[in-house]
């Protein structure tokens, strides 16, 4: 039976009890009332509005493709002055005068440091002496051993003599060039350790220098990657010194026994720019280039989803957004090699992929270029 049927004979019983047991009117109004209020408050039953609406995510996309890379990997390596020496005194003396500061440039050859020279310079004068005599005698013989006056063997002695006096003469003025210790090297003197009145001994270490007209960068590189190296491979240097540069090196050595963590020595040789120049000890980048190309399916770096040990990208077909598993290669720039999981062709998605889930609608607002390709 209807609701509000039911309702009616209800009423109409209430008022034929309110007839039969006389009761008051008022009291029969309030019961109709009550009944009418519990009619109004029943659910109303909700309209069916159909499924519900799905608002399509806007994203960018980038279309893998192929293009010609060159292998590379970075290392941090430390940069070394091309030449270091020590610069030590090859004889005994007095320290008599001083021409070196640190941080002073000087050029091979330049004298440094001056030592006593008085015994050195008094036996040179003795060794030219000797050699001017030998040198009488030898000729003196050998015009009487051509007109056969002298034996052969007395003029011998006197050849001999005079290779002797040479060896002599030849040490005195060794010792008397010693009394200045020159800048074996053109460079900048990075220390000085003895002053004026300072004795020495032959040996004792004066000073330090380093040559950087060009600089040394050595890196310890896996074992994994060193196959791939080879003297004179192109290399490119940065460092957090100079940000932005970008500079071009090459490598001059491959170590051929590893460390104890299997990684390899490898030394790189590059010019030291005047405008930027490198310090020995600065901490650097050497990213190594291969010298051939090959061919790689690339999409940018902003296109990965997941971690680089998780990777996952999305794939736009038929406006529906689609998580890949893919399997990566190196980063080159700005792009990312693909090795599976991703065709050529194929949109991934760069911008938007935050918002979304496997299998979502989507709406393709910008297209982007994949960089190296």
Known sequence: MPVASLNKTTMNRLLDIARSKKILIPVVILAVAAAFWTIQQKPKAKKDNGPAFMTKV???????????????????????????????????????????EVGQQKRAGQTLFKVDDDVAASALRKAEVRRELAMRDFERYKALQQEGAVAVSSFDAMRLKLEDADDDLVSARRR?????????????????????????????????????????????????????LSEGSPVIVTTDVYPGRIFHASISTVSAKSYRDHTYQVEV?????????FRAGMFVRTAFVARTSREALLIPRQ???????????????????????????????????????VAPGDSVIVSGQNELTDGLPVNVVRKASVPGS
């Open 269 to 277: 040789i590059m010019d030291n720019p005047k405008d930027t120049p």
């Open 176 to 228: 008397f060039r010693d009394t200045e210790i020159k800048a074996p090297i053109s460079g900048t003197l990075t220390s000085r350790l003895v002053d004026v009145g300072a004795l020495l001994q032959p040996g004792t270490k004066v000073a330090g220098m380093v040559d950087l007209s060009k600089v040394r960068v050595k890196s310890s590189v896996p074992e994994k990657q060193v196959s791939r």
């Open 58 to 100: 806007p994203v960018s996309v980038a279309v893998a493709a192929k293009g010609s890379v060159r292998d590379s990997f970075a290392v941090v390596g430390v940069s070394e002055a091309y030449r270091d020496v020590d610069i030590s005194s090859e004889t005994g003396g007095v320290v008599r005068s001083v021409s070196a």
């Open 303 to 341: 296109a990965l989803a997941g971690s680089v040990r998780s990777p996952e990208v999305f794939v736009v077909s038929k406006g529906i957004a689609h998580l890949r598993r893919v399997a990566v290669g190196q980063e080159l720039g700005g792009g990312l090699e693909v090795i599976q999981g």
